[in-house]
């Protein structure tokens, strides 16, 4: 219990600069290894399971915008 609480410090002590998302999982994988429970590791972190474990492809996420754009023609009705 100890050893875990003095892990939990360490942790939060490595946070407290300002540092990437690949940075953090880096962190909690080292103290998982160190034998630190992973959700106490991603709760410090403040990381998500779906933000651990699924890689950051780097990509916009959403619908490619087009190439062409389609305009309707502007009709004008002339009364004689």
Known sequence: MLAEKE?????????????????KEALV?????????????????QLSKHQFYQPL???RVGRQGTTKTRRKDMVTSEVI
């Open 29 to 45: 994988r080292q103290y998982m290894g160190l034998g630190m429970r992973r959700d106490a590791c991603l709760s410090i972190a």
């Open 7 to 23: 892990l939990e410090s360490r942790l939060k002590a490595d946070l407290l600069k300002k540092i990437s998302i690949t940075e």
């Open 57 to 59: 492809s780097g990509q």
